[in-house]
């Protein structure tokens, strides 16, 4: 699966953005999309996930602010990015995940990423 990300971009604390992430083939035949993203310095952390099954669990420091979504007729899956804060700094990634035990076992397909920057 090939994804490419976009929407990102300088934005001041408390503002918003939406990031896109497109990816080459069908997302019905995609078990699980993610969001990540990696600030400088730090590890990759997961921000979002959304599954087949509907289930979309979001990390403590984004619950209530961003929330992930699935477009299946353009194949897309976009992350909504409410309230921002500069602690949000990081590039974002997407990845996808065709089959359940390869999301078991970390496996994916990743974009190459796009920068989000909040400040004032």
């Known amino acids: 699966v090939q994804l490419v990300e976009s929407g990102g971009g300088l934005v001041q604390p408390g503002g918003s953005l939406r990031l896109s992430c497109a990816t080459s083939e069908n997302t019905f035949n995609i078990y699980a999309m993610e969001w990540y993203r990696q600030a400088p310095g730090k590890e990759r952390d997961r921000v979002a996930v959304?599954?087949?099954?509907?289930?979309?669990p979001y990390a403590a420091s984004v619950m209530g602010r961003f929330t992930i979504s699935r477009d299946y007729a353009k194949n897309t899956v976009d992350l909504q990015m409410n309230s921002l804060k500069p602690e949000d700094t990081a590039v974002y990634y997407c990845?996808?995940?065709?089959?359940?035990?390869?999301?078991?076992?970390?496996?994916?397909?990743w974009g190459q990423g796009t920068q989000v920057t909040v400040s004032s």
């Open positions: 990845k996808a995940t065709r089959t359940y035990s390869d999301y078991v076992a970390g496996n994916g397909s």
């Open positions: 959304i599954n087949s099954v509907g289930g979309t």
